[in-house]
């Protein structure tokens, strides 16, 4: 769907919140941030429209929405995001990790959805523009981050089976400290036999609430039975190791390779599983992309030819897996401890994010003063 009009980054309004948040406040609240509960003072926002196309972008205060109870996205779903973040690096700059990489996938995922494709161009100034007028946001704390929301939703006042007419861009940002306190410890995994997450031909490799929504009973029945996180199989034929409720997965073997399963189409393309590959490749170590059943795994783990597991995804970044349970019992992967590989893997890709290695694939995004 394309736009018969496009604004330039450059029209870009700023409307300085009037009431921000005092820096003493600021800074209490930076002190144990946690995950996706302290919001900044602004946000992102552009209008599109079939007439006017992309318009009205703005940086402005953050501030609940007023919408219709007739609009679109609120009886037909049309709703995407992406999750990424942005870094204070180790020389004081900053950073953002691959969004370039997100524009693309947030295109992609519009496309699926039947919305228009917002342009890379004005995703990246509304993702840079916010951070900018937000970077004092940022925790100092190790493992602190500015997380970012970009989404889109269907807004025109409509009840009709059709893609919408106009929609809403926004950014939201986070501040953020470590996923988990600690480190990374491993995670047990429930595979869910009953729910599927997506089956070919539908939406599982857009980023899309829905995908989210038809998570949440499997991951329910997880934590019932003891099980930090959900994986799904397959949904032909139940067999098939996919992904977990918001993570892409990555087996190690004991002769060094690592698999992932294949993106058929029913798999989230994630951005870190895709630089975890990278990494490992450009250390020598053999990467598969290939198909990976329940049964597989574990016998593999039960010979010791699998030695470790780990999730991956923007919020967590690397998170080992120690033990996987279903009806069918509970098995133990390696020591149930975490990976050196694993481990080493979630190093490098830290310290990339951080501006503590060499930057040989041009992954960070610096932000100019």
Not at 175 to 203: D, H, L
Request: charged share 20%; proline share 5%.
């Amino acid at each position: 769907m394309s736009a018969p009009a496009i604004t330039s980054p450059s029209a870009f309004r700023h409307e300085p919140n009037a009431t921000p948040v005092e820096a003493n406040e600021r800074a209490k609240r930076l002190i144990d941030p946690g995950f996706g509960r302290v919001f900044t003072d602004h946000m992102a926002m552009i209008r599109y429209s079939e007439a006017e196309g992309w318009h009205d972008a703005r940086i402005t205060a953050r501030a609940p929405l007023s919408i219709d109870p007739a609009s679109s996205v609120l009886h037909y779903a049309q709703e995407i995001f992406e999750g990424m973040k942005a870094y204070r690096l180790a020389d004081g700059g900053t950073a953002l990790f691959r969004p370039e990489a997100n524009a693309r996938r947030f295109q992609d995922s519009a496309r699926r959805l039947a919305m228009p494709e917002l342009p890379e161009d004005l995703f990246l100034e509304s993702v840079e523009r916010l951070v900018k007028t937000d970077a004092n946001w940022i925790p100092e704390s190790d493992g602190g981050a500015l997380y970012l929301r970009p989404f889109m939703f269907a807004s025109e006042v409509f009840l009709g089976v059709k893609p919408s007419a106009e929609y809403l861009y926004m950014v939201l940002a986070s501040s953020v400290g470590a996923y988990f306190k600690g480190g990374a410890p491993t995670v047990s995994i429930w595979v869910s036999q009953q729910y599927t997450r997506a089956a070919q031909g539908g939406t599982g490799a857009a980023k899309c609430g829905g995908n989210y929504a038809a998570s949440l009973l499997a991951q329910s029945e997880a934590i019932r039975n003891g099980c930090d996180q959900v994986v799904f199989l397959d949904a032909a034929e139940r067999r098939w190791v996919e992904e977990l409720g918001g993570m892409n997965i990555f087996f190690v073997f004991d002769d060094g390779s690592m698999a992932t399963p294949a993106l058929t189409g029913t798999i989230l393309p994630g951005i870190t599983r895709d630089s975890i590959s990278t990494l490992a490749r450009a250390q020598g170590i053999e990467v598969r992309e290939e198909g990976y059943t329940i049964d597989q795994w574990r016998a593999d783990a039960a010979s010791g030819r699998l030695v470790e597991a780990f999730a991956c995804g923007t919020a967590a970044v690397v998170t080992p897996i120690g033990t996987v349970a279903s009806p069918e019992g509970r098995f133990t992967i390696g020591s149930g401890a975490p990976g050196a590989l694993t481990m080493r893997m979630r190093d490098a890709l830290v310290s990339i994010q951080r501006g503590t290695a060499p930057d040989d694939n041009n992954w960070l995004h610096h932000l100019a003063d």
